[in-house]
């Protein structure tokens, strides 16, 4: 039923989504992230692209990516490689570049975000008629996998300090998992200028300036990685410092 | 006459002082071309101007307490307010500092306490990566 109803409106809408997948040494999971958004969208019928923009990774990547280009068809993956790691701001400029859709998707592509949440964020924009629709870990049944009570504190309490400093709106400033309409992609993100959890909370902060409408999806973050890649303390450091750039200028 | 910004223009007309809000910047360029246009040279006039950010807000808003503490509590207006006034107000810094402090852990505490683990999503994605394999494999995926 939800796929029919999906199909329908989006015949009658004509809306498309791009999905933008910023990848650097996603050999292993690239084409389960692609398989995972197929499926998802196809279920739903909402007509998409996906647009993969990998920063020249040394572990063949790219070359995953064309072989999914070859088995789900080019109008479904485009390939919009860079030639070496230039940061997450450009590649979505990059990747807008090309995107035939007018909503983007942007996403982790090591499976962190599960693509069955795309129908939620897709009808959430709908029923608000949002310019960008943001998925939140810290509301509703969002939550998230594979963290020790460290890194849960270490999250919250960024968080709330980030809240009473800056009162965004939004409950989860620096996730990555959020829905766009696309000429507020492209005006936002021409005008960050930070790098790294920050440039996710710069973009959150500037749409409030900017007056546009933000929307909430709770999503589910599966941390396969944490193990190996600890919050230490320089990325607090510079969490800290571009939040009171942030503070102080905007 | 922009909802966004506000000018407020002094008598001599060489002063211009204004609020940016929104990044909108048209109600100054509007001034700067009206003085423009009216025959000031570019040395007579000075505008100044100033984005209301975070920081400010929170600076104008200490200041406006504190200097309502300081009445209160050093008499500075000479108003003779009773006792009780110049009692309660003098240690209120203090006590909303720690009230604020207290709040704050309270609240990061619940939330760290409530934060949801998310057992069914680990397990649901780990069946389907084993399902997307197979049938990756199957349309010819050389992993």
Same mark, same amino acid.
């Given at each position: 039923? !939800?796929?029919?109803? &999906?199909?329908?409106?989006?015949?009658?809408n004509g809306d498309k989504y791009s999905v933008l997948l910023p990848t650097y040494n996603e050999r292993e999971n690239l084409p389960l992230i692609v398989w995972l958004l197929v499926k998802y969208f196809g279920e739903s019928g909402y007509n998409y692209e996906i647009i993969v923009i990998d920063d020249g990774s040394p572990d063949g990547t790219l070359e995953v990516a064309e072989q999914l280009q070859k088995i789900y068809g080019e109008?479904?993956?485009?390939?919009?490689?860079? !030639?070496?790691?230039? &940061?997450?701001?450009?590649?979505?400029?990059?990747?807008?570049?090309?995107?035939?859709?007018?909503?983007?998707f942007i996403m982790d592509a090591d499976l962190s975000h599960h693509p069955k949440f795309i129908p939620e964020f897709i009808e959430k924009q709908r029923e608000g008629g949002y310019d960008l629709v943001s998925g939140t870990r810290y509301r509703g049944?969002?939550?998230?996998?594979?963290?020790?009570l460290r890194r849960k504190l270490i999250s919250r309490g960024a968080n709330y300090v980030t809240q009473v400093l800056l009162r965004p709106g939004a409950s989860d400033l620096t996730g990555s998992f959020r829905l766009y309409k696309k000429e507020v992609l492209e005006s936002l993100v021409e005008r960050c200028v930070s790098k790294g959890y920050v440039f996710q909370m710069e973009m959150i902060v500037r749409a409030r300036q900017l007056n546009y409408t933000i929307g909430e999806v709770p999503i589910s973050f599966v941390d396969r990685v944490y193990g190996e890649s600890k919050l230490g303390g320089n990325e607090i450091v510079s969490f800290l410092k571009g939040l009171l750039t942030l503070f102080a200028t905007t | 006459m922009?909802?966004?910004n506000t000018i407020i223009k002094f008598a001599d007309d060489t002063m211009v002082v204004g609020l940016i809000t929104d990044d909108d910047e048209t109600a100054y360029m509007e001034e700067e071309e009206g003085l423009l246009t009216s025959g000031l040279l570019a040395l007579k006039f000075?505008?100044?101007?100033?984005?209301?950010?975070?920081?400010?807000?929170?600076v104008f808003g200490i200041s406006v307490i504190g200097a309502a503490w300081a009445l209160v509590t050093f008499d500075l207006l000479g108003l003779r307010l009773p006792e009780a006034y110049r009692e309660v107000a003098w240690p209120m810094p203090v006590y909303l500092l720690v009230v604020f402090g207290c709040y704050s852990l309270a609240t990061v505490g619940y939330r760290v306490a409530t934060f949801n683990d998310c057992e069914e999503a680990s397990k649901e994605l780990q069946a389907q990566i084993?399902?997307?394999?197979?049938?990756?494999?199957?349309?010819?995926l050389k992993m």
């Open positions: 039923m !939800a796929s029919r109803k &999906g199909s329908q409106q989006s015949r009658v109008d479904k993956i485009l390939l919009r490689p860079r !030639a070496k790691k230039l &940061g997450l701001g450009t590649a979505y400029i990059h990747g807008i570049k090309h995107a035939t859709g007018n909503y983007v049944d969002g939550g998230v996998y594979g963290w020790d | 922009h909802d966004s000075h505008i100044i101007l100033f984005t209301m950010t975070k920081l400010l807000e929170w084993k399902e997307a394999k197979e049938d990756l494999r199957k349309k010819g």
